[in-house]
């Protein structure tokens, strides 16, 4: 008898045994500490600006002269940096990284249990755990984890997302009590992801619009629990509508204010030239984003292959399975048109190393289709374990059987090694940008700190969000700066530098280099610091150091 994706274990669930959840949590568990002890060991924990952001927008939300809710910001969404709050407070962890580990590695480990639970729907246990080994072991994966990037933690949404979805299918035949409650879990979850990443909101719809359309199919959508879950999955975008009006005076600010991505986009675009490949052709923004997918699960040159065998699993899956069923794993595929938009039309670029312009940009985007390339690889895994089965005589079936599948689960070793021995593109993105910081975090915070040696609690005027490791690295909190974030405390310092500042550090063209121009008296030149590619910037000292 061969073993198929089981109509009625999708419906009734699957019995995992306890045995085979700690196999799974500790297997991942391990895999998940040896990444974080090789990027601690390369000082690899804040390569990414983008991670030493969140880590900075976590810390101000209590250190900083206007302690508030609105130092969350605007245009990233809140529910990371709410996440990062309770480490950041270690001082050390946030300088050195380390308060991004614990939410991003438990979101790692909660995606893995998640992909396990959702491939044992349809897969028995071998192919299951190639699904899960492909999707742990990926570099690209293994590294986010350990920073404080948000990829992670919305891959443990999505997966969870999914798996709750077919669940709650499986349920509505059997036990309606039940199903009422997955829906609250799915509502829950659903509001998670929608204070992430903005994906989670075309996720959050397309999934509640699904769950309608299926009640009222069934005459039940007049279910309370329906209604009251559908007001808390309205209410969050609601929510992030009203912040912005409140904290920043209008309600898309996040939208069109000075650092979204419309506004990057067009400070950094040269005039009369397209701001990027893909811009306002879908085709080449989906050949992109699926190029980013290929580059961040497989091996250079396993790219289009991966992609064949995922195909040819989601094909059989598709003719072997209940279909209404499989379908809701459908939404793993999401990020594919999501992202096809957002380069064309959402002033979302992605750059590639292997097609023009020949850089490194954004290529972290490709791993949210990496749970469904997993599932693709375990059906496709299922696929060839059966054939082996149909053409070989019963009695050495197993053993041909369990040969195939070591013969899988080496490719599947093999792949992730070619990765390393390549460096994956996410890691050598995020070493590309910590290379252009590097230098200023290397020479300005020693400055200070002699200065600051000679005047104790002296305040710098900065913007911190240029480079926030040069404040951490100083070893001074975020409330001895008058930075961005500290509104009027921080306007008036621009009107009268000397006056409220000890000492001012100033990169070229930022508001801070405008107002020293503007209202020079007072300040003297300490230092200068420039390194290629980057504005210079200059060290300020007050005639008033006790400011």
């Not at 190393?353 to 490194?360: G, N």
Request: glycine letters at 6%; a positive charge; aromatic letters at 14%.
């Amino acid at each position: 008898m061969t073993e198929r994706p089981n109509a009625r274990a999708a419906a009734s669930g699957v019995v995992i045994s306890k045995m085979e959840w700690l196999a799974v949590l500790v297997s991942c568990a391990a895999a998940s500490l040896v990444a974080i002890l090789w990027s601690w060991h390369n000082g690899a924990l804040l390569n990414y600006g983008d991670a030493v952001a969140h880590l900075h927008i976590a810390r101000r939300v209590f250190d900083s002269h206007l302690p508030r809710f609105s130092q969350l910001g605007s245009v990233w969404l809140p529910l990371p940096h709410i996440l990062f709050i309770p480490f950041v407070q270690v001082y050390s962890w946030w300088a050195n990284g380390l308060a991004g580990v614990f939410p991003s590695a438990f979101a790692y480990l909660a995606a893995c249990a998640g992909i396990y639970r959702l491939a044992r729907r349809w897969l028995p246990p071998t192919a299951a755990a190639l699904t899960l080994t492909f999707f742990a072991i990926n570099p690209s994966l293994l590294y986010l984890q350990t920073t404080a990037m948000t990829e992670p933690l919305f891959l443990s949404e999505i997966i969870w997302i999914t798996v709750l979805l077919v669940e709650w299918r499986g349920s509505l035949d059997i036990n309606p009590n039940h199903s009422h409650r997955l829906l609250w879990l799915i509502a829950l979850v659903l509001v998670a992801a929608v204070f992430t990443r903005y994906d989670g909101w075309i996720i959050a719809a397309i999934s509640w619009i699904v769950i309608g359309i299926t009640l009222a199919r069934r005459g039940q959508l007049r279910s309370r629990a329906f209604w009251l879950a559908s007001i808390l999955v309205i209410a969050a975008p609601t929510f992030w509508f009203i912040y912005n009006q409140a904290a920043f005076g209008d309600w898309l600010f996040f939208m069109r204010g000075p650092y979204s991505a419309k506004a990057i986009e067009i400070r950094t675009s040269a005039p009369g030239f397209p701001p990027h490949p893909g811009w306002h052709n879908p085709w080449v923004s989906f050949l992109f984003y699926m190029k980013a997918a290929e580059l961040d699960a497989a091996a250079l040159a396993w790219g289009n292959t991966l992609l064949a065998l995922c195909l040819l699993g989601a094909a059989w899956a598709w003719l072997t399975a209940r279909r209404h069923r499989i379908a809701w794993a459908l939404l793993l595929a999401l990020p594919v048109p999501f992202y096809a938009y957002s380069v064309a039309y959402g002033s979302v670029p992605i750059f590639l190393p292997v097609w023009w312009p020949h850089s490194f940009y954004n290529l972290r985007y490709g791993i949210e289709l990496l749970p469904a390339l997993a599932l693709g690889i375990g059906f496709a895994a299922q696929f060839v374990l059966d054939a082996v089965r149909q053409f070989k005589p019963h009695r050495s079936q197993a053993r041909w059987a369990q040969s195939a599948a070591a013969v899988l689960f080496v490719l599947i070793g093999l792949n992730a090694f070619a990765m390393l021995r390549e460096d994956p593109p996410v890691y050598v993105e995020g070493t590309r940008i910590i290379a252009a910081h590097r230098p200023y975090e290397i020479a300005i915070p020693p400055v200070l700190r002699a200065l600051l040696a000679q005047h104790p609690g002296g305040v710098i005027l900065m913007i911190t969000s240029t480079d926030p490791e040069i404040v951490a690295l100083t070893g001074i909190p975020l409330r001895q700066t008058i930075n961005e974030s500290d509104l009027g405390i921080y306007t008036s310092a621009l009107a009268a530098p000397a006056a409220h500042a000890a000492f001012v550090l100033a990169f070229d063209g930022d508001d801070v280099d405008r107002a020293v121009h503007d209202h020079p008296a007072g300040l003297t030149v300490y230092r200068r610091f420039s390194t290629p590619g980057q504005p210079a910037v200059t060290l300020y000292v007050s005639d008033t150091p006790g400011a």
